[in-house]
């Protein structure tokens, strides 16, 4: 799906979305990926949700967002609790949704000037 985000200079809006992957600022992205509100734009070293390990909520712990917006792939799957424990003992809200839905909520949520991070998990069909 096209977004045409309004881009204010130093953040990562999402361009375009699908089941293979986003692009960000007009960089293609094929795999999973970090998208914080502002800096760079991340490989996220996970493609499979059963791989998923609190190291990885603890990568996104260090962006210090205020809500991180992670996009489960192409279903809404929730993980464990003890996996978010970096983003809870922090503070950190987060909300889980598909990928599609979090790539739209992202942008929304960067146009309202808020701390986001996105992170969008992407896996091989």
């Known amino acids: 799906m096209k977004m045409q985000a309004d881009r204010i200079e130093g953040q990562n809006a ?3 979305h699908s089941t293979e992957g986003v692009v960000v600022n007009g960089v293609e992205y094929r795999a999973s990926v ?5 800096g760079d734009v991340a490989a996220w070293p996970v493609n499979d949700f059963a791989a998923l390990t609190d190291a990885h909520f603890a ?3 260090t962006l210090t967002p205020e809500i991180v917006i992670f996009g489960s792939g192409a279903r809404i799957r929730f993980v464990k609790p003890a ?3 970096p983003l809870i003992e922090r503070r950190i809200g987060v909300e889980t ?7 739209r909520t992202y942008n929304v949520l960067l146009a309202e000037g808020r701390s986001v991070v ?3 998990l992407f ?3």
Request: charged share 15%; net charge neutral; aromatic share 4%.
């Open 34 to 38: 970090v998208v914080p509100w502002q």
């Open 83 to 85: 996996l978010l424990r």
């Open 118 to 120: 996105l992170a969008a």
């Open 59 to 61: 990568q996104l712990a």
């Open 97 to 103: 949704m598909d990928t599609a839905a979090a790539c």
């Open 14 to 16: 999402v361009q375009r």
């Open 123 to 125: 896996e091989p069909l």
